[in-house]
């Protein structure tokens, strides 16, 4: 195999594709926000899109999350209905999916072994960094979920390798820096002083916590709104106060900024709980130092410090773009890397 390599990340609410052009050049990203569960039929169509800018390649690497959105009954489902998607959209290519064994397999070889494709990005994204770090505890905290994986004497030493599995292990996290409901998060906010409970509707995301305090943009605000309405801060900040069942003619603006900051700081309670899990199980063996990544790496950050690990944040050595979109870079590195020694 020569040439460039696009990596795929196909997510249920996200699509990121990355192209290098061998083992060493550096990777240029596309992310494309794509809520799938609404079209599934769109898929093929979305991937075509995504990899315009980026140009032709007839060697590209797959992993996948998509499996699970609530528009197929199974995994097993989804994962042939991806691959399907992906097949009509590059008719030719030679593709390789990723599986959480490590290994790469065919379209056909994939859709044959649903469980071992399914949600093997963490894998992959763990594997890379395992390359030039083989003692440290990778969290990538991407728009909706955070994976908290050990990297022991160069091995990916994850007990989990299903989505249930990583989450009764504090592997995966179900918090993110956009698309979580605030009523996931917190159980209680702070209002006039004192603990109030929290609506149990989908009134807030987390994304509305970050945008009020400054912590992402409107653009960075890439998921849908809970109630259809913008992206202003004070439309998040609307329906932040919505969580009390208040609104902005009933807070003020010290009362919402508490509310997000108790909404960040709960979310990093979340990660610092996983983060704690997996140094206990791992115990003398556990690295001490993290390597955070993702579009939610400030949380990561804070958790890991708070954890009592030291940090260090990918992008300082991958760039920006293999930061955000890590399983979609690796997965390419990986296949390159592959053939080379093939």
């Not at 990723?98 to 992959?124: C, E, K, T």
């Not at 106060?241 to 902005?248: E, Q, S, T, Y």
Request: hydrophobic fraction near 45%; charge should be positive.
């Amino acid at each position: 195999m020569t040439g460039p390599i696009l990596g795929w990340d196909i997510g249920g609410a996200n699509l990121k594709a990355a192209r290098i052009e061998h083992a060493r050049s550096a990777a240029r990203i596309v992310e494309r926000p794509f809520s799938l569960w609404r079209e599934p039929d769109r898929l093929s169509a979305m991937l075509v899109d995504t990899a315009e800018p980026l140009g032709c390649a007839q060697a590209m690497a797959v992993t996948m999350t998509a499996e699970l959105a609530d528009c197929f009954a199974t995994k097993r489902e989804g994962v042939a209905r991806v691959l399907d998607a992906f097949r009509a959209a590059f008719p030719g290519v030679e593709a390789q999916v990723y599986g959480v064994d490590g290994r790469f397999r065919s379209l056909s070889a994939a859709r044959r072994a649903p469980r071992q494709v399914a949600a093997a990005n963490w894998r992959a994204s763990a594997a890379l960094v395992a390359q030039t770090r083989p003692d440290a505890l990778f969290i990538d905290v991407g728009s909706t979920t955070t994976d908290v994986i050990p990297i022991v004497g160069g091995q990916v030493a994850a007990r989990g390798t299903t989505d249930p599995d990583r989450l009764r292990t504090g592997e995966l996290i179900y918090t993110g820096l956009l698309r979580t409901p605030v009523c996931a998060v917190a159980r209680w906010l702070p209002l006039g002083g004192r603990r109030c409970r929290v609506a149990a509707e989908h009134f807030a995301v987390v994304a509305d916590a970050h945008r009020w305090l400054g912590r992402i943009r409107a653009a960075d605000y890439t998921c849908d709104t809970p109630d259809g309405r913008g992206r202003s801060r004070r439309e998040a900040g609307a329906r932040l106060a919505r969580m009390v069942c208040g609104d902005l003619e009933m807070l003020d603006t010290d009362a919402v900024t508490a509310i997000a900051e108790q909404i960040v700081a709960a979310q990093v309670d979340q990660i610092a709980d996983g983060i704690r899990q997996v140094v206990r199980r791992l115990g003398t063996r556990c690295p001490r130092g993290a390597i955070v990544a993702g579009q939610g790496a400030s949380l990561g950050r804070e958790a890991a410090r708070r954890a009592g690990l030291t940090v260090t944040d990918l992008r300082e050595r991958a760039g920006n773009g293999v930061a955000r979109a890590t399983p979609a870079a690796a997965v390419a590195y990986l296949l390159a890397a592959q053939a080379h020694h093939a």
